[in-house]
Nanobody, 125 residues
Framework: VQLQASGGGLVQAGDSLRLSCTAP????????KGWFRQAPGKEREFVAA????????DYADSVKGRFTISRDNARNTVYLQMTNLKSEDTAVYYC???????????????????WGQGTQVTVSS
């Protein structure tokens, strides 16, 4: 299963971007989803996660109040709305889906089974 992430780009500090992630040919309406990012020379880190209902989620402290994760199960898509972007948000952003269905959200990369190819977000200061 290969997820497809899109929406990245080059923006200025303070700008906004919305990332999207789909899973062509697969339905993950009952699966937790998340976003992670990896900056050059750094390990992949958690950004945001959401339950299958969309009713619960969590964020990394560094993005709380600026990023919002949401999902549209009818479109089999998860989004990451990013506002007030900062230079330290520059990274490759990856979406992830947990293989098993349950009612929780997950903040660890090891809890996810399927990953997208990543989309580059570059924020210039």
């Amino acid at each position: 299963v290969q997820l497809q992430a899109s929406g990245g780009g080059l923006v200025q500090a303070g700008d906004s971007l919305r990332l999207s992630c789909t899973a062509p040919g697969h339905t993950f309406a009952l699966n937790a989803k998340g976003w992670f990012r990896q900056a050059p020379g750094k390990e992949r880190e958690f950004v945001a996660a959401i339950t299958w209902t969309g009713g619960y989620g969590d964020y990394a402290d560094s993005v709380k109040g600026r990023f919002t994760i949401s999902r549209d199960n009818a479109r089999n898509t998860v989004y990451l709305q990013m506002t007030n972007l900062k230079s330290e948000d520059t990274a490759v952003y990856y979406c992830a889906v947990r293989g098993r269905s349950d009612t929780f959200y997950y903040t660890r990369a090891v809890d996810y089974d399927y990953w997208g190819q990543g989309t580059q977000v570059t924020v210039s200061s």
